[in-house]
């Protein structure tokens, strides 16, 4: 596995100190925060973005987030959709290859709203496969509409369509409803991106974005984790994402050493296994 850094992780600091730090620290891949590099092609172009990575001899190989685009209706879904069709020709020029989608947020999901979003989830994997660009759907804790791996991956069946896969971050699936069993449902096919970070001294019904913690440094199994997505051949990139506004007011390059530190110890530790519901 291959260690990557998201921006979201340096989030305050400037998109040329993220690109230098990073590469500093010994990461060689990057997963982009979408807003951040809007914000920088405000003034800039994507030849200057491709320039930068070139510079610093790191790869733009993933990014996030988009929402909005499974549940939207009228005008609003318009407006995701013109987005996502505008984000997916930055994405193919830089030559990234994963988009994070993530689930809209309802309180009391209908039978309908599944059919609908799978649709939506369809059209959206053809319009990125048009870019050369695979979804990854993330499950997230908060959402009442997709909150566990398990239903993620039933809406990417429903889906019917091969370019779009599971985007497992690790804090979604501890601090929500999903199992251990449910990483049966996970293949070296439909697991799109990982991404890492920990929890410590927070009950995970009430854990937010900003406990995230360093992978290693709390009560997280990842070792499980990693050796039975190992075991079934991936071989992908794993992805620190630890939205904790505490490491903002930190310098990036600080941050990304002691990050890549802990990705290089967590991914040290685990070796492959047999995969859950294997014989």
């Not at 020709?89 to 999901?109: C, H, I, K, R, Y």
């Amino acid at each position: 596995m291959i260690p990557c850094i998201s921006q979201a992780t340096t989030l305050s600091s400037s998109f040329e100190d993220d690109l230098s730090s990073y590469a500093r620290a010994g990461f060689g891949a990057v997963e982009l925060w979408m807003t951040k590099l809007e914000t920088y092609l405000e003034g800039h172009s994507i030849a200057d973005v491709k320039a930068l990575f070139d510079r610093e001899g790191i790869q733009p190989v993933a990014a996030a987030s988009q929402g909005g685009l499974l549940l939207s209706r009228g005008s609003e879904r318009e407006t995701h959709w013109n987005h996502f069709r505008q984000r997916l020709e930055w994405l193919n020029a830089l030559g990234v290859t994963t988009l994070v989608v993530t689930p809209d947020f309802v309180t009391s999901p209908t039978q309908d709203d599944y059919r609908r979003g799978a649709a939506s989830l369809g059209e959206a994997v053809d319009l990125a496969a048009a870019a050369g660009v695979r979804l990854a759907l993330e499950f997230q804790k908060g959402s009442g509409y997709c909150s566990c791996l398990e239903t993620a991956v039933a809406l990417i069946g429903s889906s019917g369509r091969a370019g779009v896969g599971v985007c497992l971050d690790l804090f979604h699936f501890y601090t929500g409803p999903s199992k251990f069993e449910d990483l049966a449902y996970l293949t070296n096919d439909n697991l799109a991106w990982v991404q890492l970070s920990d929890l410590s001294g927070t009950p995970r019904e009430i854990a937010g974005d900003s406990d995230r913690i360093f992978p290693g440094e709390g009560d997280f199994q990842i070792g499980p984790i990693l050796e039975h997505i190992g075991s079934f051949g991936y071989e992908g990139h794993v992805s620190l994402e630890v939205l904790n506004p505490s490491l903002w007011e930190i310098a990036a390059d600080r941050v990304a050493d002691a990050g890549f530190q802990a990705v290089q110890r967590v991914l040290g530790r685990w070796k492959p296994a047999q995969p859950w519901g294997g014989e």
